[in-house]
């Protein structure tokens, strides 16, 4: 059924090939096309582009991230993966590490690329490919 689901919103918003992640709504007949460039490579990618497509009114909206400076970025990417992905113990370490240090006490602050950085700074940690480390002398958490 979801699989249908897709498929018509797929009809709708024509090939969205640079998308790496579909999101189905659980409130509202939605599809989303998310595009995350460095998914593989960044510990938290973020969003280059969204393709949204809402059924019921038959539209779709296209929202560029690409040149902003404050983008979405993605965290617990193991949830993002299939249970046999052999990245998905690596992603996973990530998460419980960043909650042994306290970064998702507050969601609603780390959405965006200049949050997740100002909670990194606050804690005093920076995130190194898929590791979090102690941030170094006058280096910007990442």
């Known amino acids: 059924m979801l699989q249908v689901y897709e498929a018509c919103a797929r009809t709708l918003s024509g090939n969205v090939g640079e998308a790496n992640i579909v999101k189905l709504s659980v409130t509202e007949p939605q599809v989303s096309y998310l595009s995350y460039p460095r ?10 582009s969204a393709v949204t497509v809402n059924l019921k009114r038959l539209s779709v909206d296209w929202r560029d991230y690409s040149r902003s400076v404050n983008p979405p970025l993605l965290h617990r990417k193991e949830e993002f993966v299939a249970p046999d992905d052999p990245r998905r113990d690596l992603y996973a370490r990530l998460t419980k590490a960043e909650w042994r240090a306290g970064l998702y006490e507050h969601p609603e602050l780390i959405g965006t690329l200049a949050g997740w950085k100002a909670m990194l700074d606050r804690a005093g940690v920076e995130v190194r490919g898929h590791r979090l480390q102690r941030a170094g002398p006058g280096s910007s958490a990442t």
């Open 39 to 48: 998914f593989d490579r960044d510990g938290h990618p973020t969003l280059a």
